[in-house]
């Protein structure tokens, strides 16, 4: 017996339709696949999720002090003359940082070797790439799953059987978190 489904596909295929079907599952919370697939895809979201919720709370909150840039009523940034050159000009601002322990980076870094960089675009702004925006799914999980599911000893997530597909008789299901 095999430790895993092959898929019908190369090893690489495989890997990168496993990889993107997860960070959908993540990023949009259900998707729609076969029930071989979806068997595979909750090994992999279940065991990332199990991370997220073990380092959840291991962190350190670090002030750190930044220079921003002065800026004026219309969003420029302040110039200032100093010797016969334009600088421009800063301030100092104290901003609080979370600040990974080895353990909980450790974690991230395996989060990041499976899920894929998302972008979110607005409906209104498709096609283009002054408001597109990268989403951290890393954070999502550490943040909002890890405290949805902290009280919960496994079963993330839930499959239900919608039918056989019109093609080729696959039995399609919706695997979504709970």
Do not use: C, W
């Amino acid at each position: 017996m095999a430790m895993y489904r092959k898929l019908g596909k190369k090893s690489d295929q495989r890997m990168a339709l496993l990889r993107n079907q997860v960070t959908q599952l993540i990023y949009k919370g259900k998707i729609k696949t076969t029930e071989a697939r979806a068997k595979e895809v909750r090994k992999i979201a279940e065991h990332l999720i199990t991370l997220a919720i073990a380092e959840k709370d291991n962190f350190d909150e670090v002030t750190v002090s930044a220079k921003v840039a002065k800026k004026d009523k219309d969003g420029k940034r302040e110039k200032q003359v100093v010797d016969g050159k334009k600088v421009t000009v800063y301030d100092t601002v104290d901003k609080t940082v979370k600040k990974d322990k080895p353990s909980r980076l450790a974690a991230r870094r395996q989060m990041l070797k499976v899920l894929y960089p998302v972008t979110e675009v607005p409906a209104d702004a498709a096609g283009k790439k002054a408001h597109t925006k990268k989403v951290d799914l890393t954070d999502k999980l550490f943040s909002e799953l890890a405290t949805k599911y902290a009280d919960r000893k496994g079963g993330y997530t839930r499959i239900v059987k919608i039918g056989p597909r019109k093609g080729d008789a696959a039995m399609e299901v919706f695997l979504e978190l709970v």
